[in-house]
């Protein structure tokens, strides 16, 4: 990887790219991203111009602009979002170099975005008020009466988004859109992110959220007491999906270079291990490990559903059923 960058840095330097400036669209939280677009930029020189967002936004809004959008780089916090945007054609092929130090089972088929970082979705919970025997064995339990009122969600979040595709995608229409209707029945209460739900549980306004899991580990690091516990559904159930954060270039940047630059750097041992040990998520390159704190690689993979993540690319569709259901 250091190789790949100092190659690039070459080709920068020769093609006057660095008085460039880059503009990203960015689909994850400003303190998640911005330290690591910071770093980018004090090292290479390069001008970031950020746009944040929401994940579904941000991809609904490149495919409206096409190849007039300003937009040199998306960077979205789950797979979904860039499969589908790769389907209007938006986005550009990237060199197959970049992938060498990927986890090969990550990287996407026909190279027109590239994971950068893994994380679970897990069941949040209070660590007071929930006695280990109330704990769900599928997330497709949570309509049951016995926690009625007792549930958080975030329909707007991208990553709750992408959950829904995948749950449409291996357990088909139908049980979707019921779980969803279930759930409103039985008084999920929705907020607007995922820290907002942990927040609620703590605060007792509910009792459970489905959150991803490098969130309460962040907290945790801060407040060691707070009073939220997490914890996987049975093995292999949908609850526990296995996403990817990722990014794809637009073939419409003039900043092909440059942007293909941040995609690189985003994959060197310095960003993973900010990735890992300041954000607990999952490092997607093989030459850095978990932080300690997070399960193990070997429990982690156990704990997923078989998904292809290629498969969950059907954003609108899953748009559409929130708003027929009335959670858009």
Do not use: C
Not at 43 to 68: H, N, P
Not at 259 to 278: C, G, H, I, P, S
């Amino acid at each position: 990887m250091k190789k790949l960058l100092l190659l690039l840095t070459a080709l920068l330097t020769l093609s006057g790219a660095f008085a460039q400036t880059l503009t990203l669209y960015v689909g994850r939280g400003e303190a998640l991203a911005g330290p690591i677009i910071e770093r980018f930029e004090a090292e290479t020189g390069i001008d970031v111009q950020v746009r944040y967002g929401s994940t579904a936004e941000l991809a609904v809004l490149i495919t409206e602009e096409g190849a007039a959008s300003p937009a040199d780089v998306y960077w979205a916090q789950d797979a979904g979002a860039l499969g589908a945007l790769a389907k209007t054609g938006l986005l550009a092929t990237l060199p197959q170099e970049l992938a060498a130090g990927v986890q090969a089972k990550q990287v996407h088929a026909s190279m027109e975005w590239m994971p950068v970082s893994a994380r679970n979705r897990v069941l949040a919970y209070s660590s007071t008020r929930v006695s280990a025997d109330e704990l769900p064995a599928s997330v497709l339990d949570l309509t049951d009466a016995r926690y009625r009122g007792r549930v958080a969600w975030a329909p707007t979040n991208g990553s709750f988004q992408s959950f829904v595709t995948a749950l449409r995608t291996t357990h088909g229409e139908e049980v979707a859109e019921a779980w969803l209707r279930g759930m409103m029945a039985n008084g999920a209460k929705s907020y607007p992110n995922n820290a907002s739900q942990l927040d609620a549980i703590a605060a007792g306004e509910v009792d459970f959220g489905l959150v991803n899991n490098y969130y309460l580990l962040r907290r945790l690091a801060e407040e060691p007491g707070f009073p939220v516990a997490q914890t996987f559904f049975a093995d292999g159930d949908i609850g526990n999906l296995a996403n990817v954060t990722g990014v794809g270039v637009l073939k419409s940047s003039d900043a092909q270079e440059a942007a293909q630059r941040f995609v690189a750097f985003l994959l060197t041992d310095e960003a993973q291990r900010f990735f890992t040990e300041d954000n607990y998520e999952y490092p997607i390159t093989t030459s850095v490990e978990p932080a300690p704190g997070l399960v193990s690689n070997a429990e982690a993979a156990a704990a997923a559903p078989e998904v292809d993540l290629g498969s969950i690319d059907d954003l609108e569709g899953t748009l559409e059923l929130l708003r027929e259901v009335g959670l858009l």
